[in-house]
């Protein structure tokens, strides 16, 4: 089996070791590719010795985002350890799933979620620990310099799994392979430019591909260096990106309107940045022109978790004349619009989006059912629904069949249902995503009861309240005799629009 370089920071420090690899806002903490390195030797061999922690081996985070979690990850892909982490809103209930799933050989949690931790019930053969016993790693003076890790990996090893919400209401464990962030680092260098002189603030939460594979580890496979913050805060994100000269920006359309709103906005001095990068939903032409204006050109793009995450890109001359559009398929990207019967869309047809790249999944994590039905031949089925113009640009008509997005976080309507029907009163639920200005989406869910139960939609909240993440828990409920089917027999969620 070939052996495949997957150490990038040891070739940093290598080549320029006393360049900026890496920063904490919250500490003022900042290390140079030279001693970034030999700190996550050091934790390397301490995972290895002390946690006895081997090649596919796997280690489970509970944590918001932080320097000890990017350490663990750099240290995790010497040895060959598999890094899992977890979506910190999640209630315990979710995270036994999670865990009953992953069987990983060590949880490691923030301090701050210790409670979540005593309730767990499928711990199973996992060693629980604080994250507080990685923080050594990062500041305190290393005793002799450590001897270099040489593990060598396949391009097919798995370095990460990735939890994403599943239409059948259970979450799949999306494997994120060495070839993966190999070449999706190579798409983002040739449709971004990016290079060894760049820098970027890092927020977007570490349980997303996004933490990590829109800019981190392509950065990292460059040279690149990061800011790291727990959180997306526009007036501090402002702030640095004038005193950092940040060269490129990454976030959502909701975090472009909440920078753009921001009082520091106006006089805020960023004309080192290059471009933003903006993915998730079509930017709106008012917001994009309010960029433009200060001179910050817009790139629009489109990605999943099992594929890339960088798949389109739309060049920022474009992003006026093709609104709405997602661009072409990066480089090492193959796409196709296909049919309900596997027939491949003329121009302007509505039809399931189709990837094929060394960027693809090889699949969901112990769920061949699942891997069999995204995958054929190689092409991965998205699941989104787009068109193709005549020029060849993509645009994106509905997500996923039935999910919407509250705050960032896609929700599936058969999870949250699937919870609802525990409840002994509930004989028929239905939830679709209805607008709100804040989050852009909320769910509301709609309620058969069954006969002879009373029950008010006060007491249901009660019931879902605090064993659903929040993100997920509906913000309306409607108790209603019944709920409309369609010719199929299936919830017409059209009609309950």
Not at 335 to 359: H, Q, R
Request: with cysteine; hydrophobic share 40%.
């Amino acid at each position: 089996m070939q052996m495949f370089e997957t150490d990038w920071i040891a070739r940093w420090a290598l080549y320029t070791p006393n360049k900026l690899a890496l920063r904490e806002y919250q500490r003022s903490l900042e290390w140079r590719y030279g001693e970034l390195n030999e700190r996550l030797d050091a934790l390397a061999h301490f995972l290895k010795d002390e946690w006895q922690l081997k090649k596919g081996d796997r280690i489970a985070v509970f944590s918001k985002n932080n320097a000890e979690y990017v350490f663990l990850f750099f240290a995790c892909v010497k040895l060959g350890v598999i890094l899992v982490p977890f979506n910190f809103r999640l209630m315990p209930r979710e995270i036994d799933l999670l865990l009953g799933d992953a069987e990983p050989n060590v949880l490691l949690y923030e301090n701050e979620f210790e409670q979540q931790m005593h309730q767990l019930q499928s711990i199973g053969k996992a060693k629980l620990f604080s994250l507080d016993l990685i923080t050594p790693f990062l500041t305190d003076k290393l005793e002799e310099k450590p001897i270099p890790t040489t593990a060598q990996h396949a391009e097919s090893d798995t370095v990460m799994i990735l939890y994403t919400s599943g239409t059948t209401g259970l979450s799949k464990g999306a494997i994120i392979t060495h070839k993966m962030l190999f070449w999706n680092s190579v798409n983002t260098a040739l449709r971004l430019d990016i290079n060894s002189s760049d820098h970027t603030q890092s927020y977007a939460p570490f349980f997303h591909t996004g933490g990590w594979n829109v800019l981190l580890t392509p950065f990292i496979h460059h040279g690149a260096s990061h800011t790291l913050l727990p959180g997306f805060d526009p007036e501090v994100i402002l702030e640095l990106m004038q005193e950092e000269r940040t060269t490129l920006l990454f976030g959502v359309p909701t975090m472009m309107q909440m920078l753009a709103d921001s009082p520091l906005f106006k006089d805020a001095d960023l004309s080192s940045v290059r471009y933003a990068i903006v993915g998730g939903s079509p930017m709106p032409i008012p917001l994009i022109n309010i960029w433009h204006k200060k001179g910050i050109a817009i790139r629009q793009g489109y990605g999943l978790t099992e594929v890339g995450p960088n798949c389109f890109s739309l060049h920022q001359d474009d992003a006026i004349r093709k609104r709405g559009s997602i661009g072409f398929p990066n480089f090492y990207i193959q796409a196709k619009v296909m049919d309900d019967y596997g027939i491949e869309c003329s121009d302007n047809t509505v039809g399931e989006l189709w990837l094929k790249s060394p960027v693809v999944t090889p699949g969901y994590w112990r769920n061949d059912e699942a891997t069999i039905a995204s995958i054929t031949d190689g092409w991965f089925h998205t699941g989104d629904m787009v068109t193709r113009d005549e020029d060849g640009f993509y645009f994106v008509v509905d997500r996923k069949k039935n999910m919407y997005i509250s705050g960032g976080e896609n929700v599936y309507p058969a999870e949250v249902e699937a919870f609802f029907y525990t409840h002994p009163a509930v004989k028929e639920v239905a939830i679709i995503g209805v607008s709100d200005d804040k989050w852009g989406e909320v769910g509301k869910a709609f309620v058969v009861l069954c006969e002879g139960m009373a029950v008010s939609s006060d007491e249901l909240f009660e019931f879902v309240r605090g064993r659903l993440a929040k993100f997920k828990t509906p913000k309306y409920i409607e108790i209603v005799n019944e709920i409309p089917k369609n010719e199929a027999g299936k919830i017409d969620r059209k009609k309950l629009k």
